[in-house]
């Protein structure tokens, strides 16, 4: 063994296994001698696994032949970095299928068509896009499903809302962003499974659709796993509010065709307590302005009297190639 893998001393039995990242350092005590045995690691390991002591390999025996597998220590592990890469907010942390709270017969045929999809997962042909109004359950499912695709399956996914998502490509045309548009892009559009959430909330423009068309239609070419949330109506004219007016009849279309449409009704949740009585919905129902019993005809949002398309910019000497298409600048450093 190199000499450089060994470092032998005295120490006392009962001391254990000490680690470090990004090289792992496997401290064995063998009749009172500290034996080093560094090996790579993918993962950072902070916790000695008593099956596999760190590797990430166990033996088993199949037909009395030994061979070796990922432990489940590995596993756990790498589902939490993949979770981490999720970007799964703080206030859904808590979303599990498990804990969903079904009320109504939409929210019952919704999480069972969620449960379905991490059950078939990756072998999909289509994603889901979860309408209806706020407080219904949207984001808790579309959360939840990909948590337990993530932990289950170790699908690559990532959730952004999509204000956000918008204002960090705007952010990289200021002349200071040290990132280009296709650098916050690209986990976006390569992802295994994508979740956007809350598609309508943003303002309308021509660079918005542009943008989030190149998201739906890099994806629907891609046929890679897509799942949205949305208050939109999907109503048979293009009056504000609905999708034909906000996102346009071809982003429309890809999406029926990559997406299980669902509608969601309930109360909204965040108007109610955690489990609430009868008594509870119908002092809702009578006088929350969101209960559709309440709801009355507003006038139109409106128009921009212009839409300024998001130019290009260029940069002197900064060696980023241009995209061609009117999101912006776009390349690599």
């Given amino acids: 063994m190199p000499p450089d893998f060994l470092d032998n001393s005295h120490v006392p039995p009962e001391e254990a296994a ?19 045995i560094r090996a790579r690691s993918e993962l950072p390991w902070r916790v000695t696994c008593a099956i596999c002591e760190d590797t990430g390999w166990k033996t088993i025996t199949v037909d009395g032949v030994s061979r070796v597998i990922r432990c489940e220590c590995w596993q756990q592990r790498l589902s939490q970095s993949l979770l981490k890469n999720a ?28 449960t379905k999809l991490v059950e078939q997962f990756p072998v999909v042909d289509k994603g889901l896009l979860f309408y209806g109004d706020a407080g219904v359950g949207k984001t808790h499912l579309a959360v939840a499903l ?40 690209r986990p976006v559009l390569e992802a295994e499974l994508l979740v956007l959430d809350d598609l309508g909330a ?24 897509t799942v949205l949330t949305t208050n939109l109506r999907d109503v048979e004219s293009t009056e504000p509010g609905s999708f034909a007016y906000h996102l346009g009849l071809r982003t429309r279309s890809r999406l029926k065709e990559m997406c299980e ?21 119908d002092r809702w129902e009578k006088t929350s302005p969101a209960s559709p019993k309440n709801r009355r005809g507003s006038p139109l949002p409106p128009k921009a009297t212009s839409q300024v398309k998001a130019q290009l910019k260029r940069r002197e000497n900064d060696g980023r190639a241009d995209l061609k298409w009117p999101g912006g600048r776009a390349g690599s450093r």
């Fill in 18 to 36: 000490q680690f470090c990242h990004p090289t792992v350092q496997f401290l064995r005590v063998v009749f009172g001698i500290r034996v080093y």
């Fill in 87 to 114: 970007r799964v907010p703080r206030r859904y942390a808590h979303c599990e299928l498990s804990n969903f709270e079904i009320h109504t017969d939409t929210q019952r045929a919704a999480h069972r068509q969620a």
């Fill in 146 to 185: 990909m948590k337990d695709a993530v932990a289950r399956k170790g699908a690559r996914a990532i959730f952004y809302e999509v204000r956000e998502l918008l204002k960090l490509v705007r952010d990289t045309y200021s002349s200071t962003a040290e990132l280009t548009e296709l650098d916050v892009l």
């Fill in 202 to 225: 943003e303002k309308k423009s021509d660079w918005v659709d542009e943008t989030l068309g190149l998201v739906v239609n890099t994806r629907y070419s891609e046929r890679r796993l």
């Fill in 261 to 281: 449409w669902l509608p969601i009704d309930n109360f909204d949740a965040r108007e109610v307590p955690r489990y609430p009585t009868a008594e509870d919905i």
